[in-house]
């Protein structure tokens, strides 16, 4: 009898041991389930992410580009004197405000900028014309201009009364966005009296708009 109880004992101990490995490892095995299915959702979170979050940063990224390539008219090169129209009028002759309306109209067949203001030599001779301290701020900015599309600069004058110099011409050229100025062109004065005297002379920069229009 003694036996028979020690045997039960033993195997009921055996039993128990048994019921508490299996238990263990199924603990373990949920815990690395849980644990495997939780990465695989944080996995396929980050993927999901990472994904939306590329593509939000492609369409980002992408649609200052278009702005930028339409703001830049889609790589239009720098305009060139022997594709453009340059003209000059004398305004206000003899008046407080005489100047000459300088327009380059873009006669190409592309779109082309130009930049700071027109290096002018009167009567085609000296050093071009200095930057007029009174002109409105812009002068770095690009100004596109589509075929037949027009800039405006103007030519100040000052007249002390010696009249000094006296032309009815002058030479214009480009300038770069270095500062480089492009080969003179010459460009003969239009209207009522194309003949202009000065002392002093100066330019402003290219607008889309004409200056001093009264």
């Given at each position: 009898m003694r036996t028979s109880r020690i045997r039960t004992a033993?195997?009921?101990?055996?039993?128990?041991?048994?019921?508490?490995?299996?238990?263990?490892?199924?603990?373990?095995d949920g815990s690395s389930k849980?644990?495997?299915?939780?990465?695989?959702?944080?996995?396929?979170?980050?993927?999901?992410?990472?994904?939306?979050?590329?593509?939000?940063?492609?369409?980002s990224k992408t649609a200052p580009g278009e702005v930028a390539s339409k703001g830049?008219?889609?790589?239009?090169?720098?305009?060139?004197?022997?594709?453009?129209?340059?003209?000059?009028?004398?305004?206000?002759a003899g008046q407080q405000g005489d100047h000459l309306l300088v327009t380059a109209s873009n006669k190409g067949t592309k779109p082309c900028w130009v930049t700071s203001y027109p290096a002018v030599k009167l009567d085609g001779r000296g050093t071009a014309l200095p930057h007029s301290k009174k002109d409105n701020p812009g002068g770095n900015t690009h100004i596109t201009l589509q075929p037949g599309g027009?800039?405006?600069?103007?030519v100040n004058l000052f007249d002390?009364?010696?009249?000094?110099?006296t032309?009815?011409?002058?030479?214009?050229?480009?300038?770069?966005?270095?500062?480089?100025?492009?080969?003179?062109?010459?460009?003969?004065?239009?209207?009522?009296?194309?003949?202009?005297?000065?002392?002093?002379?100066d330019a402003?920069?290219?607008?889309?708009?004409k200056p001093y229009d009264f």
């Open positions: 033993t195997l009921a101990g055996v039993t128990a041991a048994l019921a508490l490995g299996l238990t263990a490892c199924g603990g373990a849980a644990a495997d299915g939780d990465n695989a959702a944080g996995t396929a979170q980050s993927r999901s992410a990472s994904n939306g979050g590329g593509n939000e940063g492609a369409r830049t008219s889609t790589g239009a090169q720098q305009c060139r004197g022997d594709e453009m129209l340059l003209t000059a009028v004398h305004r206000f027009k800039a405006y600069s103007a002390y009364g010696s009249k000094n110099h032309a009815q011409s002058f030479a214009i050229a480009l300038r770069g966005a270095d500062g480089h100025v492009g080969p003179f062109y010459s460009v003969a004065i239009k209207g009522e009296k194309p003949q202009f005297s000065w002392n002093e002379a402003l920069n290219w607008s889309t708009k």
